[in-house]
């Protein structure tokens, strides 16, 4: 106590390498290490001292795994200066420990930020084997490279997960994620071949490559039908039909559809959104102010 009240009198007067030393002092005689590594930790990101922090954190979660979000956080809180996401990748991939889940998870992270999209790939696909998850971890680099608008990767990734688990339970989130990846690569394509159109109701597109996302969403709806993964795949195939296929009647009756099977989901309450949208663009106000009101 006396080593961390000496450290922080450096602290406020900016004597950093006196406090760093107090700390080491501190840490080198003490029953609990641990104590001091986090301020020596958080003493180094401040003073822009990556490689310092980086290896005191890892010191951390190889002694605690369990500590290992908190030291996420901490890492987190300062990876975005210059060099210190490179600095800190270095570090804890020259010391990875692969009995060590927690290792793995902060470097997967760390690729992430990182766009070293294989590499994470890589790590995850060892976690996910150590743990026998089933493919959940690799659903959960999935779903994180969707949030990244990494759509082809992530479709690919999906892919891999259902071939490879078909018997799984997060099968259906898979098949979701796919078909959401090639609607939103859809969009992407659109916008770039429409981006010159300051305004547009209708949304061009390849039909073909319209169908077949229209084929994975009704993939979804046939194998799982009445769960919420077939609701949304609904809402999605009624949405693609109206503004992209130009089929409002086939649009109405699966989203009407949708609307009577499961009233309760929520679902359903986009779908009154989009019925409402489609009955405005049709002129017919009062239908469409129906819908909104339900």
Known sequence: MNFRLLANYAIERRAFDKAVDFLKRGKKITDNPLFFSYDLANLYSITMQYKDAAEEYLFIVTKT????????????????????????ITVFEKNRDNDNINLSYILASLYLMDKSYDKAYD?????DSKLK???VELLNFAQNLF???????????????????????????????????????????NEESNSWQPFRFDITGDPKKINK????????????????????????IGSLQSTRLNDIAGAKKILNSLISDSPNSHFSIKAYEELGDIYMREGNLQKSREMFEK
């Open 147 to 189: 949030n990244e608008h990494q759509f082809q990767l992530a479709s690919g990734v999906y892919n891999d997960i259902i071939s490879k688990y078909p018997s799984s339970p997060v099968v259906p989130g898979a098949k979701l994620g796919y078909a959401k990846s090639l609607e939103a690569l859809l969009d992407i394509e």
């Open 133 to 135: 998850t089933g493919g």
């Open 213 to 236: 996302v229209v084929e994975a969403f009704n993939e979804i709806v046939k194998i799982f039908p009445h769960s919420e993964p077939a609701n949304e795949a609904l809402l999605r």
């Open 65 to 88: 795994p369990d500590q290992f979000q908190a030291v996420q956080q901490r890492i987190l809180s300062y990876i975005n200066k210059v060099d210190a996401l490179k600095t800190t």
């Open 123 to 127: 790590v995850y696909v060892e976690i």
